[in-house]
């Protein structure tokens, strides 16, 4: 799953793969802003064919929050 996440991940924003773990904090460690989030949801849901409810993404801080999040729903 993570791999997949990259992929999208890596069509909004410029940095490296490698960069893109687990860890890593959407605002603060890649600096996303509002719209590049709203995309890359569009995009995940697509990918995965689910929804992912707009008040939940409150509670999505890292990669690995939006993995748990998304093996959830699937």
Not at 1 to 27: A, C, H, Q
Not at 32 to 60: C, K, P, R
């Amino acid at each position: 799953m993570l791999e997949k996440i990259r992929d999208v991940m890596l069509e909004y924003i410029e940095v490296s793969r490698e960069s893109i773990t687990p860890e890593t904090r959407f605002l603060a460690d890649l600096s996303m802003n509002s719209l590049d989030i709203m995309d890359m949801v569009g995009q995940l849901e697509d990918e995965f064919g689910v929804v992912i409810a707009t008040e939940d993404l409150n509670e999505i801080f890292t990669v690995q929050d939006l993995i748990d999040y998304l093996e959830e729903l699937i």
